[in-house]
């Protein structure tokens, strides 16, 4: 049990250091307490006023789109368990994945003004303690389950894998280390995104939706 234990605290360790390694950068100049993104999408995109053939002002509004499935239907109890429990990973996960999505366009802007490579791993140092600290309450929680959905859902939001946007940042080396200590937990940091042919990313798919829309 001891060594079990301690496996799963190597294992949160790892996570917690990935989501570092990818959101260091952009936290720069942030403070400390900041809140997680919202998952929920606004109802409406934005409004204008027109004017009527009658000469009244009229406002408009733009809604954004909204998705209906149809009811899940389970083949049997196991399958609606395992369906319920990735609707409470994915609840968790979601909020880190779209996270990462905001800091990386920040990212890329703040690290294109430091004009040499020392300084940009520097800041990458710097911010890591500091990001390490933030979230590692809420992270430490995080299950090796937990761990894939939000390596599946980073690549929904940001449209690559965490692989590829660690490579970017630090480097292949780095990137294929991660990667293969990943392995050892079953977490694959080269997991792609492919709702429409893959059974299990069209679940996550579903359930993100259904969470940005209220209404699940």
Known sequence: ????????????????SILTLICAAAVYG??????????????YKGYYYFRTEES?????????????????VFKNKKQEQFYWRTVR???????????IAATLIETYEYIETLPTKKEREDHLKRMEKEVFN?????????????????VKLIYRETNQSSYGIIKAFLGGFRATFWQAFGRIFSVNLKADWKPDT????????????RIEQGTL
């Not at 992270?139 to 389950?145: E, I, P, V, Y």
């Open 89 to 99: 990973d994915v609840k968790k996960a979601l909020p880190y994945a779209k996270l």
């Open 56 to 72: 009244d002002s009229t406002l408009m509004l733009v809604f954004n789109p909204i998705t209906c499935f149809p009811p899940e």
């Open 30 to 43: 942030q403070e400390s307490g900041t809140e997680l993104p919202s998952v929920r999408q606004k109802v």
């Open 1 to 16: 049990m001891r060594i079990y234990l301690h496996s799963i605290f190597i294992g949160m360790k790892w996570l917690l």
């Open 198 to 209: 893959d059974e299990n990313d069209a679940m996550l798919e579903r359930i993100c939706t």
């Open 134 to 150: 933030q979230y590692k309450p809420e992270l430490k929680r995080f299950s090796r389950r937990q761990a894939r959905v939000l």
